[in-house]
Every structure is written in C-alpha cells, then in structure tokens.
C-alpha cells in the first residue's frame, strides 16, 4: 500500500497515510483512459442540433428558367444547396452519440488515472480544509499548497464552504468524492483531495 504524505491547509506536512493499491497504485493505461473520457465527453452531448435537406425546405418546386437559351447556369430548384435559402448537403440530424463503457472498464479507467496523478506528484492530500465560504480564505489556502495551475478539489458532502469559496477562482474546480470521473482527474494539472474524500474514493473502488 503507498504511503502518502498528508499536509495541512497551510502547506505543512501533518503525518501521511495508506492508501489501497488496487486505487492508487494501478498500472497506467492511457487507451482505457482515452476511451473513458471519449466516452463521457460523448455521453455529455446533447444531440439535437438540425437543419433541413433541399427536400424538407418550403418552396422551389418550379423550375426558375428554361433549360437552355439563357445564358445561365442550367437550374432546376431555388432550393438547391447552391442557392441561399436552399436545404443543406448532409444536413446534421438529432441522434444518440452516448456510447456503452462497462462498469469495470470505468473502474480500472479512474484508478489508473488517479494512480498516475499520484505518480508523477500531481495529487496531493490534506487533512482537511477549514475555512469560510470566501474566496479569498480559498485562494490563500491554494497559494500555501503552492497550487497555481488548473486545480481539481475533491471533497465530501460536508465541505460546502470549500465548494462556495472556490466558484469564483479561475482554474480551480471542485468535485464530490463520490462524482469522481476521469475526464475531471486528466483534464486539470493538480489535484487536491482531502482524507475523508480519498478514504471513500477508496471505499468505492477499491476490488
């Protein structure tokens, strides 16, 4: 089991703990990684967006002028993709673009991101973080974890004050333990947890 050292708000070491292998020790895999986070980044889209096809807009069921004679370019519809206000070619219609990731694939995906986070000195844990829902109590206490990148803090349900005094901070975001996802762990620099949220991240994922 890796032993961690564990800080106080203030930046100072205040003992360490042991954390499951099976959670923070796994083996990096950077393809289920990706497919995790492809995965949810899809499942996140809405789907909805629609134009309409030269056979779905109202109107240009006449001929504009004759074939031949003209001197124009032969046409047969005003609303032919050509023409302003004509249909769109391939036009983009609703569709389901969320795709399946077992559960044990997500599993292994968030352990093995948390895992390397914790490898290369990007997860840090504090006992836990005490302070009004101000945001400038919030930002002293990123700049005594010497913190200054794009942030992920992750905590439990009790810490509604660190939630509040973070929202205003640009590049610091905050997560419950129990919401953890993949994407959030890879797409921030740092990552801040305290016990209590890696103890039930623990609880959650550990095999």
């Known amino acids: 089991m890796p032993s961690v050292k564990v800080f106080n708000q203030k930046g100072a070491e205040a003992g360490s703990i042991e954390l499951a292998d099976s959670v923070f020790a796994a083996e990096y895999n950077e393809a289920l990684i990706h497919q995790a986070v492809v995965a949810q980044r899809n499942n996140a889209r809405q789907g909805t967006k629609c134009t309409l096809t030269r056979t779905e807009v109202r109107g240009g ?13 032969r046409q047969g519809s005003i609303r032919s993709p050509q023409w302003a206000g004509g249909g769109v070619v391939f ?11 077992n559960k044990q694939a997500r599993r292994n995906a968030i352990c093995s991101a948390l895992s390397e986070k914790l490898r290369g000195d990007e997860l840090k844990i504090v006992d836990e973080i005490k302070i009004e829902p ?21 905590v439990t349900d009790a810490d509604e004050a660190v939630v509040r005094a973070a ?15 993949v994407y959030d762990v890879v797409a921030n ?19």
């Open 61 to 73: 069921g006449i001929k504009p002028w004759r074939q031949k004679g003209t001197g124009r370019a």
């Open 189 to 207: 620099a740092k990552c801040v947890m305290t016990k209590e949220a890696a103890k039930k991240i623990e609880e959650a994922y550990k095999e």
């Open 134 to 154: 101000k945001t400038k109590q919030m930002a002293q206490v990123l700049s005594d974890l010497k913190l200054d990148k794009r942030v992920l803090i992750v």
């Open 167 to 181: 929202k205003n901070i640009p590049g610091v975001s905050t997560l419950n333990s129990s919401l953890i996802n």
């Open 91 to 101: 036009a983009p219609k609703p569709r389901d673009f969320s795709q399946k990731l």
